[in-house]
């Protein structure tokens, strides 16, 4: 069984451009959530899709960041423009209805913002 | 104050022994608990889930202290493959709030 995908790997971008992070989730899980870790600092949680609705978003740093889950498959993370202080590791994670406890992480895209 | 504390470490060991891990979290209403690994530059994988009750998968045992909000990890007969950073991990309703690590360094 395939596992999390995240596309990009890396992506490296200049301050104030706009960058899309892709995740696709393992096949069936209806719980897909963002996850970023900063260097030198903590995982942190950004928000969580059931299917394609936002069921929490309370980690969503500001309103440069954008998440969609169109069809409740696959899912982007946007961020515009993007800062300096966005430059980290995006990691995505999924989990089966009901096993929200149990996630899944992709490889996690790193994001180097100049 | 950070949500789940962890001593960062690193923590060097030799092969074959046995080293402990523990970490505080500040949050009552928790209800699960685990031990992630992530080994360089790649993703946290699920090590194993903690319970109060303790538990033990092979040279891995995890301990869950309800009452004093504290998790640890003990891994006995160290291998280099052991070598990674062990993150503590705990429930906020679905999402999963991490601590910073705690970085094993075994050596032969």
């Known amino acids: 069984e395939a596992g999390v995908t995240q596309f990009p790997s890396h992506s490296v971008i200049e301050k104030g451009q706009t960058v899309t992070l892709r995740c696709d989730p393992i096949s069936g899980h209806d719980n897909l959530y963002w996850y970023r870790r900063v260097m030198g600092k903590e995982i942190k949680f950004l928000l969580h899709f059931v299917k394609e609705s936002k069921q929490d978003e309370s980690g969503m740093p500001n309103n440069r960041f954008l998440a969609e889950r169109t069809g409740g498959t696959y899912s982007t993370l946007k961020v515009q423009p993007a800062e300096l202080e966005d430059s980290g590791v995006y990691f995505c994670a999924s989990s089966q209805v009901g096993r929200a406890e149990t996630q899944y992480f992709g490889p996690g895209t790193r994001l180097l913002v100049l | 104050r950070k949500e789940v504390e962890q001593d960062p470490g690193p923590f060097n060991v030799p092969e074959g022994a046995t080293v402990a891990f523990n970490c505080t979290y500040s949050?009552?209403?928790?209800?699960?608990f685990f031990w992630y690994r992530q080994d360089c530059r790649k993703e946290p994988k699920l090590l194993m889930s903690?319970?109060?009750s303790g538990n033990e998968d092979g040279r891995f045992t995890a301990q869950l202290n309800r009452a004093s909000q504290y998790i640890s990890l003990l891994i006995r007969d160290s291998k280099l493959s052991d070598s990674a950073t062990y993150l503590c991990v705990v429930t906020d309703t679905d999402k999963l709030i991490f601590g910073t690590g705690t970085r094993l360094q075994v050596f032969p």
């Open positions: 903690v319970y109060s």
């Open positions: 949050n009552s209403a928790s209800q699960s």
